[in-house]
């Protein structure tokens, strides 16, 4: 009886979810498309999907954000985020985490969520893992974006582990990125997402999501050829976190 309850409670948790997801959507639907469609509107974008959806989300589903700061990020200047990837609320935190402007690159299978996919594939940047083509987009997409003082951030592991998977391997991609445009690599780890809201149906539950900003890692003196260093060091430095503190 008391697993019935608690799996009762747990689905309309994520109902609850859905609807924090879509309120802000549909309230502010025209000026978010107005804003959308110019790119050089996407700060203003930015500042409502952060403060009008991202906020509101967290808290209304009493999963309060705790960020940590090893290192603070400097206005105006551009940045590789990365984090680890278990949980939708990784969109949410990271917009929490960051007041400077960045564009997601993530997978183009998010296009298919009602109205977020709307905005999605308009603001962020889309990739076809399975498509060559798609991938050398991003780096072109990538670079206009970052001449336009924006920030990048991305999911390295390339989705969701599997549930035993503490932290799953790192494509290439970011890393690569921020050598090419030599801009830092700022490591995140997220701690708590997993147990709040997982990709698992039954579970999840309000609480701490905690984060961690740690020190940046310069990319100014590397090539092409230090990218699999690099990105072995901003995996560890996760991991590491990861093992010690979840």
Known sequence: MLKVVRQIGQTLYRIWFYILVAIPIIIFFPVLVVFASK??????????????????????????????????LIKKKSYMLVANHTSMLDIMLMLVVSKNPFVFVGKKELVKIPLFGFFYKRVCIMVDRDNTQSRTGVYRRAQKRLQQGLSICIFPEGGVPEEHVLLDKFKDGAFKMAIAHKIPVVPMTFYDNKERFSFTFFSGGPGKCRARVHKFVETHSLCPEDTAKLKTNIRETILNDL???S
Do not use: D, H
């Not at 930015?46 to 009493?62: T, V």
């Open 39 to 72: 790119e050089t509107w996407y700060p203003q974008f930015f500042w409502m999907a952060r403060n009008l959806w991202a906020k509101p989300i967290l808290y209304g589903m009493f999963c309060f954000p705790k960020v940590t700061y090893e290192q603070r």
């Open 243 to 245: 093992s010690t503190n």
